[in-house]
């Protein structure tokens, strides 16, 4: 079964702190993203990568930055978390063009206090 | 408008009944278009693609109606187990292959 593994399911931060969060896809994906839910708002894009060493802002990049190595692993850091990235984090990878869905990683609920 | 609006919800349906949900975008180059279920505190699983020629799985019938610029998700024969919340998610043409995702038609399917 093909999957988008998260390295944490939940995670407890304090403001200031640097969070790391990984995402690892092991079905040969070219293109990977990190999104962001919050109730009544949606999925929102954060950055998004279609190749290694790739990166592109998303919706949100702000408080953000990515890196992506290797093909199957894409970071997601907050440089100093702030109380308003408590939200749940999904990464997603998907084949490259855009005619494919996407799968999920099972997501990490952030809280920063 | 926004690109991409779904009836929030929720729906509240029996058992056996057959539910539908409408989801509208506003790109009419839009080009490919997909369905997800998301369980409460899970993440969303992609549920189908919606072709032109519309399509079908099981008790699920997705399809795409261009003119008013509208995907449909039909479910028959509705199971407990169909409480969830489904997104679409919409992509448009050219440039970034990037889909906008709607926020979802909630759907509680009760005894």
């Known amino acids: 079964d093909v999957k988008v593994t998260q390295s944490s399911r939940y995670l407890v931060k304090r403001t200031g702190e640097k969070v790391f969060l990984e995402c690892v896809q092991d079905m040969d994906h070219e293109n990977m993203f990190w999104y962001r839910q919050d109730p009544g708002l949606g999925l929102r894009l954060i950055y998004f990568?279609?190749?290694?060493?790739?990166?592109e802002k998303g919706d949100i990049p702000e408080g953000y930055s990515v890196s992506r190595e290797k093909k199957e692993r894409f970071s997601l850091i907050l440089e100093s978390a702030s109380t308003n990235q408590t939200s749940m984090y999904l990464c997603?990878?998907?084949?490259?063009?855009?005619?494919?869905?996407?799968?999920f990683g099972s997501g990490t609920r952030l809280t920063v206090v | 408008r926004k690109e991409v609006e779904q009836d929030p919800g929720p729906f509240n349906v029996p058992e056996g009944a057959t539910v539908a949900f409408n989801c509208t975008y506003s790109n009419s180059a839009s080009q490919s278009f997909f369905w997800y279920r998301q369980d409460c505190r899970k993440e969303p699983k992609l549920l189908m693609s919606?072709?032109?020629s519309g399509n079908e799985d099981g008790r699920f019938t997705a399809q795409l109606n261009r003119a008013s610029q509208y995907i449909s998700l039909l479910i028959r024969d509705s199971k407990l187990s169909d409480s969830a919340t489904y997104l679409c998610?919409?992509?448009?043409?050219?440039?970034?292959?990037?889909?906008?995702f709607g926020r979802g038609t909630s759907l509680i399917v009760h005894p």
């Open positions: 990568s279609y190749d290694v060493k790739m990166k």
């Open positions: 997603a990878s998907s084949l490259a063009g855009g005619g494919y869905g996407y799968t």
């Open positions: 919606v072709y032109s």
């Open positions: 998610a919409v992509r448009p043409s050219g440039g970034s292959y990037i889909p906008t």
